[in-house]
Each structure stands twice: as structure tokens, then as C-alpha cells.
């Protein structure tokens, strides 16, 4: 797994904790693990999906925007490939059969997360300000009302009016519809297994993903 | 950030955008945004709308049920990140106990975000 050097902090974007909480129980974990509710992480860093992650030096710097990553193989990618599509249902099959086909870098991801625990600001993956800036995600007015749309959703369901977080949630969608972490987290309320199709929004998981194509689910790695 | 009027504290602001109010004007990591003076109310607080004007930070009003929410900036970089400079972020833990990014300076740090959905 991960290389001793670097402190891990792992963090939910749940706005319910209540479905994150068993998750890190089951996983007691030695690192700090919290919990997200507002979106807070993914507004300030500029996440789209998880899982991603951010590298931050000694000094406070971010070397590493956020990106997809897993330091370590993703235990979600591991099961769609080990579930037999003969033992489901043909709609969670062909659900099953498009997600195979996302892709990860796990192996090279840790391989660069060593270089750098050795390396530091020698590394070629620790890269400067201006670099960092640059490849993060771009933000223009769409998206920036995106988030805020997002944040009134959230704040909504959490203060007890889910039907006014769908009306925000729906804007933050049509605004961003690259963001995946705003439509799987307000599909996930409405159909936790499949995320599929509801009245509530226009898509859905297998929908939106046919569309780009899972191998363009998470961008590749540009070490 | 969530608001029930556009006029906010600015340590509130701080905590709610990463941005704090400097005499320099709004300052995030090395950079800053020169204020005209009708930005700061007579006690102290911010007016919301001349800050976010200035840096881009689109404004959503939900009349309805009579709450804004102030997005991110937009006006700098055009991208997610204005600063390489890592904010301050204090978020619970499954306890509900506050911990601080910055407890952490000193080490290198991978920040990784996942979801239950």
C-alpha cells in the first residue's frame, strides 16, 4: 500500500455521514479519516469524481492537484470485475459491463508516491505553483455557480428539504455536467444501487458514463 | 458558502471562501485583490456582493427560502486553484472531533477523497 513518509488523510464526501461512518469503522483506520458533509474538499480543490487526491508538501504546498487516484488498488473497480455478470440481473449486467472498462493506474500512482516520499521537490511528480494551478480543474462561471448550486442542495437536504436540494442539485448537473461527484451523490439518494434513472433528475450513472464512454470515466494519469 | 444576508463577518468569510481580509484587500495564499473601501461596512463586516464581484465568486439566491450561497472565485486563474498555497481546512472525524490540515505542516500529506456512493 502506501509508502511510510507520507501521512494519508482520507476524507468522505458524504453529506450524509451516517453512510460513511460503517465505512470507516469496518476500515479503523491509523490515519486521520474524516467526513465531508459539505462538500467543502471538492469546491477548495477542484475534485470531480472520486476517488481523487491531492499531494501536499511539508511546507503547505500542493504539489499534486486533485486527480484520480488510489494509493493502492480500488477495492470498487476490483468487484465489478470479480461479480459473474451471469448471476445478475440484465440491467445491473450491462451496468457491470460498461464500468469494466474504466480505467485506473494504481501501480503507477504508488510508484510515483514513493518517488516522491525519496525524492521530494526532486521528484518529477511534485510539480511547481504555476504547474499546479494549470492543471487543475478549469473553473468559469458555470461551474463556480455549479458549486453553488451543489452547496444549496446540501445544505437543504441536511437542514430537512430534500425536494429543494433536487431543484439545486438539478442546476449544479445542467451547469457541470463533467462533475461526477455532484450527480452520483444526489443520484445515490434516490437509488442507491444502480443510480439509475428517477424522476428527480435527467440522468443517470449508466445514462451519463454510455455517453463519454467508462475509459473516459476518470482522464488518464499525467505523471 | 451558505448565507442568510450578504453582509458577513470576516472570519466567517475566511472560514466559508479561504479568503482573508487584509489591508492589502482580499488575500488567498500569495495573492491579493485590492477592495475599494465599500467592501467593509462601518462595523467591520463584509459587503458580500462588492467582495465577490471583485474576485468573480458567482452569487445564488434561493428567494424562496431566503438563502444565498456564494461560489467560488473565478476573477484570477480560471481554474479550481488560484494558489498552490493549501488552504486551512477543519473537518470532524467520524467522532464528530474537529481536525485541522494544518496539524499536519512539517509532513508530506496526500489528501484522498472518497464517497460511501
Not at chain 1, 67 to 95: C, K, M, Q, T, Y
Not at chain 1, 187 to 196: K, L, V
Not at chain 2, 29 to 52: F, K, M, N, Y
Request: net charge negative; aromatic share 8%.
Amino acid at each position: 500500500m502506501h509508502p511510510k513518509g507520507v501521512e494519508i488523510v482520507t476524507v468522505a464526501l458524504d453529506v450524509d455521514p451516517d453512510q460513511a461512518r460503517p465505512f470507516i469503522e469496518a476500515a479503523a483506520p491509523d490515519h486521520p479519516s474524516l467526513i465531508d458533509s459539505a462538500h467543502v474538499l471538492d469546491e477548495r480543490f477542484g475534485m470531480v469524481n472520486v476517488p481523487n487526491a491531492v499531494w501536499i508538501d511539508e511546507d503547505g504546498m500542493i504539489v499534486r492537484p486533485a486527480e484520480p487516484a488510489s494509493p493502492g488498488p480500488n477495492p470498487a473497480n476490483e468487484s465489478f470485475r470479480e461479480i459473474d455478470l451471469d448471476s445478475v440481473p440484465p440491467d445491473i449486467r450491462e451496468i457491470l459491463v460498461e464500468a469494466r472498462k474504466i480505467r485506473s493506474e494504481p501501480e503507477r500512482y504508488v510508484e510515483m508516491l514513493h518517488d516522491w516520499v525519496e525524492r521530494g521537490s526532486d521528484s518529477p511528480y511534485a510539480h511547481t505553483p504555476d504547474e499546479v494551478i494549470a492543471r487543475s480543474q478549469p473553473r468559469s462561471a458555470a461551474e463556480a455557480t455549479a458549486a453553488a448550486e451543489f452547496d444549496l442542495g446540501q445544505h437543504l437536504h441536511r437542514t430537512g428539504d430534500h425536494p429543494g436540494a433536487i431543484e439545486h442539485w438539478r442546476e449544479a448537473h445542467r451547469l457541470y455536467p463533467e462533475n461526477w461527484t455532484y450527480k452520483r451523490q444526489a443520484w445515490n439518494f434516490e437509488d442507491p444501487i444502480r443510480q439509475g434513472h428517477t424522476d428527480a433528475y435527467e440522468g443517470s450513472w449508466f445514462e451519463d458514463v454510455k455517453q463519454i464512454g467508462a475509459e473516459n470515466y476518470y482522464p488518464p494519469l499525467v505523471p | 458558502m451558505i448565507l442568510t444576508e450578504l453582509v458577513v463577518d470576516p472570519s466567517e468569510f475566511e472560514r466559508g471562501t479561504g479568503w482573508a481580509l487584509k489591508p492589502e484587500g482580499a488575500c488567498k495564499g500569495e495573492v491579493c485583490v485590492p477592495l475599494p473601501d465599500s467592501a467593509r461596512a462601518a462595523d467591520g463586516r463584509i459587503d458580500v456582493q462588492v467582495v465577490a464581484d471583485r474576485l468573480g465568486m458567482p452569487i445564488v439566491t434561493d428567494a424562496k427560502r431566503g438563502l444565498y450561497a456564494l461560489g467560488p472565485e473565478t476573477a484570477l486563474t480560471g481554474r479550481a486553484l488560484t494558489t498552490a498555497v493549501a488552504s486551512e481546512l477543519e473537518l470532524p472525524d467520524a467522532d464528530g472531533r474537529p481536525f485541522r490540515l494544518s496539524s499536519l505542516r512539517g509532513k508530506k500529506v496526500v489528501l484522498l477523497a472518497w464517497s460511501s456512493w
